[in-house]
């Protein structure tokens, strides 16, 4: 009977943005609207910050940051761990009397099946390419590098006779610890997972579940993870979670968690100002500072740290024929490699407004980088130049580009940006008004895309033109440097850009532990790429904050940028209100 009628409290919370009289919310709920989906719930398959968001709330993993740190790790579902063999082994002590959400009690069995499944999947939407590359020295699976066998997984993780976890490595791996971090590295629940039809975690089924995609897996829709928080249910516009009874930690300060999924920000705004929302997805700097700031019930916390770069992605080769008009150049359309010519990246680089974006959307609190790196990262160099408005500029790039032809001829381009984000439409109005303004010629047209749809689509090569972000799976600046900028790296496929200088310095700097060495590579890769001109960089804002003032737990002092869910820089556990 109490779970009947809690589902109902909650399913009248997750209305709650059509009611205009709803009270706010009580104290233990919490409510979030975004403006977007969540592509899945399963960890092998978590890849994006709002699946992250969901899932570092209702499953664990071994490791986590220790408070505000983005470098120093603390135990979570480990008690200890030891490292020997010359920095190669690593033998993890796990948690005793630890409960998944379905009963069942946490074994090294289950932390065991979860690697070897990460490993063994490895699909191309995943992060664990990033772990593969640590404990088989490649960030392939076994379907593209034949090399890899079941007995190589099988050997990388193991629980030896006293109950421990064991990984060893090919090589030393500085980053490792901060890698087991990531929410997709949490431990699932073995037997349950076996149960509803997932992998059965021996060697007979293991070729059948090679590079599969796990994004709609059975786990995603049926989670069974260690965490505070439990799925209650989801649907296409919310998701309810309540806290579990059975956590082996401190029991939440609040129970039940709705996220919604609101895609208009006014209907969000009006939302939180009544207080029918906790959090929102607030749409940037300039909507909390000029709706938001100052108003009743508001808490707006301010000059917290960015780690996340974001880019327009100019793709050199556009796998999907639907997508480029007539397939020419001839005003209509574009050919497949249109961004190959480096005169149009040029010219595209020089056509955005970059103080425009700072004053408009980060309301001139932004900074212009000059690397796909966070600047508080080792390895960023400022000194790298970077590309200015400058309309002149850009006609004389457009000019010059595919012999002339591009200014004679003109072009169609559709351009994506995530459905319901206010700083990415705004930017792609930006350029699309300056690239216009140079020729009649010349068209952009510009689309909302659901979130989900416009990842999968990406990495399939199949947008021409999208704005994407990168926010850090660990510290390190190679997380970033080779995921945008590598041919082997996991935003390659988005932009097709390659370049086999930068290819070898970015392999040079992961083989050295010379602080030195790594950040001059890194220097050389920056400025590589502002010559090349793959993307084009959008200038970083400064970190703000708003939540209702009967929220407690997010601050400066607290906040962790690794943490995904809504910019918070906490877990939910950690929340409560007044």
Same mark, same amino acid.
């Given at each position: ?36 989906d969540v592509p899945t719930m399963d960890p092998a398959a978590t890849y994006d910050t709002a699946s992250g968001a969901i899932v570092e709330n209702i499953y664990e993993t071994l490791v986590t940051y220790r408070g505000a740190s983005i470098r120093d790790l603390e135990p979570l579902l480990a008690t200890k761990w030891a490292i020997s063999n010359g920095g190669k082994t690593y033998t993890f002590d796990l948690r005793k009397n630890v409960k998944f959400h379905s009963g069942n009690t946490m074994t090294c069995a289950d932390a065991e099946y979860t ?21 088989? !020295? ?31 490595? &090919?090589?030393?791996?500085?980053? #490792? ?14 037997? *349950? ?103 009743? !019930? ?34 209509? !359309? ?76 003109? #072009? ?35 689309? &909302? ?19 994407? !972000? ?13 995921? #945008? ?6 935003? #390659? ?40 001109? &793959? ?11 708003? *939540? ?31």
């Open positions: 009977m109490k779970k009947v009628a809690l589902l109902s409290s909650l399913l009248l919370a997750a209305a709650a943005v059509t009611s205009t009289a709803q009270a706010a919310v009580a104290r233990d709920t919490l409510v979030v609207q975004w403006a977007n690697y070897e499944r990460n490993l063994v999947t490895n699909a191309a939407e995943s992060g664990n390419w990033f772990f593969a590359e640590s404990l088989l !020295g490649t960030g392939a699976n076994a379907n593209d590098d034949k090399t890899i066998t079941w007995a190589r997984i099988d050997r990388a993780v193991e629980c030896n006779r006293a109950g421990q976890l064991v990984f060893t490595l &090919p090589k030393v791996d500085p980053a #490792f610890l901060s890698k087991m971090a990531y929410a997709g590295q949490s431990v699932v629940d073995r037997q *349950h997972a076996i149960k509803i039809g997932e992998w059965k975690g021996t060697e007979a089924d293991w070729k059948n579940w090679i590079g599969k995609d796990l994004q709609g897996s059975k786990l995603s829709a049926q989670p069974s993870g260690t965490g505070a928080y439990r799925l209650v249910r989801k649907d296409a516009n919310a998701i309810l979670a309540q806290a579990f009874a059975g956590y082996w930690g401190k029991k939440p300060a609040i129970t039940n968690i709705v996220i919604q999924k609101v895609p208009e920000l006014a209907a969000r705004q009006q939302a939180f100002l009544r207080g029918d929302a906790d959090l929102i997805e607030t749409g940037g700097r300039a909507n909390i500072e000029e709706q938001l700031k100052g108003k009743p !019930g508001v808490v707006v916390v301010d000059n917290l740290p960015n780690t996340v770069a974001s880019a327009f992605f100019m793709n050199q080769n556009i796998k999907d024929a639907s997508r480029l008009g007539s397939g020419k150049l001839d005003g209509r !359309g574009i050919p497949a490699n249109f961004f190959s010519d480096v005169n149009v990246r040029r010219a595209f680089a020089n056509s955005f407004n970059y103080a425009q974006y700072i004053r408009d959307v980060q309301n001139g609190k932004g900074k212009q980088r000059t690397m796909l790196l966070p600047d508080s990262f080792p390895g960023y160099d400022s000194k790298v130049k970077t590309y200015k408005y400058d309309a002149k500029q850009a006609e004389a790039y457009f000019k010059r580009a595919w012999g002339g032809n591009v200014w004679k001829n003109g #072009f169609t381009i559709n351009a994506s940006y995530r459905a319901g984000n206010v700083a990415s439409q705004t930017a792609m109005e930006i350029l699309k008004k300056n690239v216009e303004a140079l020729n009649p010629k010349f068209r952009v047209n510009i689309q &909302p895309k659901e979130w989900s749809a416009m990842l999968n689509d990406s990495k399939a090569g199949k947008e021409p033109m999208i704005i994407i !972000g990168w926010a850090p799976d660990y510290a390190d600046a190679d997380n970033f440097m080779y995921t #945008f900028y590598s041919s082997n790296g996991y935003y #390659f496929p988005r932009a097709n850009w390659k370049d086999a200088q930068v290819d070898k310095w970015l392999e040079q700097a992961r083989t050295t532990t010379n602080a030195a060495t790594r950040n001059r590579l890194y220097s050389l890769v920056g400025q590589r790429a502002y010559e090349q001109s &793959p993307f084009i960089l959008i200038p970083a804002g400064i970190g703000i904050i708003a *939540h209702r003032n009967n929220l407690v737990g997010v601050s400066a002092r607290a906040y962790n940028p690794m943490t995904s869910f809504s910019d918070t820089g906490t877990f939910w556990k950690d929340l409560s209100k007044r």
